[in-house]
């Protein structure tokens, strides 16, 4: 595993499914999209350009209107109808809906909004929701405000809304993703951090290219990112601010080496791989005192540890049975309890932040795999397979893994994708360049 063997190398160098039920026409009660069963069909939906309410808001109404209609059929869940199937035009925020209309087109979910810049340059967004067969809107119409260059943000903070009102889950689409940008040809790939859009845009680069990074993770408020860094020659953890873009090493501690890290759900304690006389443990670190203790003590390799969302117990791998496998213990240390029994190798597992399931890296046939299974290791599922995908992190709502893909050959290069959790909906995410190592969000506030 490419992530895998890298923690390896440094350590030897030492169910809910989706499902879609629209609820309005033949049964008469409310749209809805129930996440408990097989998908059958996307949600039609229609998404009119927004009204621009002040002549400066023109392009910026067609612009947020393509990111919420895209925000929502890049879920898989819905389905866009075309502008040019409409019959009703839209021509103002409070006009009254010609059900009829779009119901002809099979529309069951309408989308209508409105745009204004105001004169010291603030947007403002306001939209409405409506279930065309119930002939009913669903909700309070919303509005949101801010400076002009968070349109984009403003734009998912209404496609979460709508997301939400349609299945009853949060959304995830007002989250980022940190990540290793990559460059340079296979064998000499320079690695820089970068932050994103959970769509790909709105690119930041966090470090330089000229020392190795790994694995950043997102702190539980987002403004923080735990990465391996390479630059002393041996991986030490250091600690980025992403405001400042600016980053320290943690506490030194006794030993060659230090990686794996994560956050605690409260953000006061990272849990790590350190590597001490030829073995590596678990450790954990309050970050305010510096104070450190071990959690694990075998003669073997234990890394890639993950909290719980409560905070009360740790995910992890380990061979100590001979092979690598996933291991439970408790947050303060203490007898694991192995959950991986297939076939094949397992490895950097993360808890869902729905508390409910690990998604993990597995090995198996000449394979690799992105896979669920519940916390005790029971309903394993693999989502995808291909020459190497590893690497799995949550879309902060728990119902999307984004991971690395990498492609055979010489000139194969990294790619982030998604994947819904029923297998459904495999995605690329668009980058610039080649990436790795994604980190979601938590949704910001």
């Not at 879609?20 to 949600?43: K, S, T, Y």
């Not at 067609?62 to 019959?87: C, K």
């Not at 506490?251 to 890290?261: K, Q, R, V």
Request: charged residues 20%; glycine residues 10%.
């Amino acid at each position: 595993m490419r992530i895998a063997n890298q923690v390896t190398v440094l350590a030897a160098l030492a169910m809910a499914i989706f499902a879609v039920v629209p609820n309005a026409a033949a049964q008469g009660g409310p749209l809805r999209i129930v996440i408990d069963q097989g998908v059958i069909e996307p949600l039609p939906f229609a998404a009119p350009v927004f009204i621009a309410e002040t002549p400066e808001a023109a392009d910026m109404a067609a612009a947020v209107t393509g990111v919420v209609a895209a925000d929502l059929s890049g879920t898989g869940l819905f389905r866009e109808i075309a502008p040019d199937a409409f019959i009703s035009r839209i021509t103002s925020f409070d006009a009254p809906v010609a059900y009829p209309d779009w119901k002809a087109i099979n529309a069951q979910a309408l989308v209508t909004g409105a745009v204004s810049v105001g004169s010291d340059g603030r947007i403002n967004v306001k939209f409405r929701l409506f279930d065309v067969f119930s002939d009913a809107q669903l909700g309070e119409g919303l509005q949101f405000g801010g400076a002009a260059q968070d349109w984009r943000r403003i734009a998912h903070k209404v496609a979460d809304q709508v997301y939400s009102r349609i299945t009853g889950e949060s959304g995830y689409f007002d989250s980022r993703v940190v990540y290793v940008s990559e460059s340079g040809p296979k064998n000499a790939r320079l690695k820089r951090l970068a932050v994103m859009d959970y769509d790909g845009a709105n690119v930041q680069y966090l470090t330089d290219s000229s020392t190795i990074v790994l694995a950043p993770r997102f702190s539980p408020s987002g403004d923080r990112v735990l990465f391996t860094s390479f630059e002393t020659g041996f991986p030490r953890i250091k600690l980025l601010d992403i405001a400042t873009v600016t980053s320290r090493p943690l506490a030194e501690l006794s030993g060659n080496m230090t990686f794996a890290p994560r956050f605690s759900p409260d953000g006061g304690t990272v849990v790590f791989s350190l590597e001490q006389g030829g073995n590596t443990d678990i450790y954990a670190m309050q970050l305010g005192t510096g104070q450190t203790r071990q959690l694990t003590n075998a003669p073997s390799i234990e890394t890639a540890p993950c909290y719980s969302p409560d905070g009360s117990q740790i995910v992890f791998e380990s061979d100590r049975s001979g092979s690598q496998q996933l291991y439970v213990m408790p947050a303060e240390g203490g007898e694991p309890t192995r959950i991986s029994f297939g076939e094949g190798r397992y490895g950097t597992p993360v808890w869902s932040p729905r508390g409910d399931l690990v998604a993990f890296t597995k090995q198996h046939a000449g394979r690799f795999h992105i896979g669920v299974m519940r916390t005790d290791g029971s309903e394993e599922r693999l989502l995808t397979a291909s020459f190497l995908d590893e690497g799995p992190t949550w879309a902060p709502n728990g119902r999307v893994i984004m991971f690395t893909r990498e492609s055979a050959g010489a000139t194969g290069g990294a790619q982030l994708y998604s994947v819904d959790i029923s297998g459904r909906n495999l995605r690329a995410v668009p980058t610039e360049g080649a990436a790795s190592d994604p980190d979601w969000s938590p949704l910001q506030p």
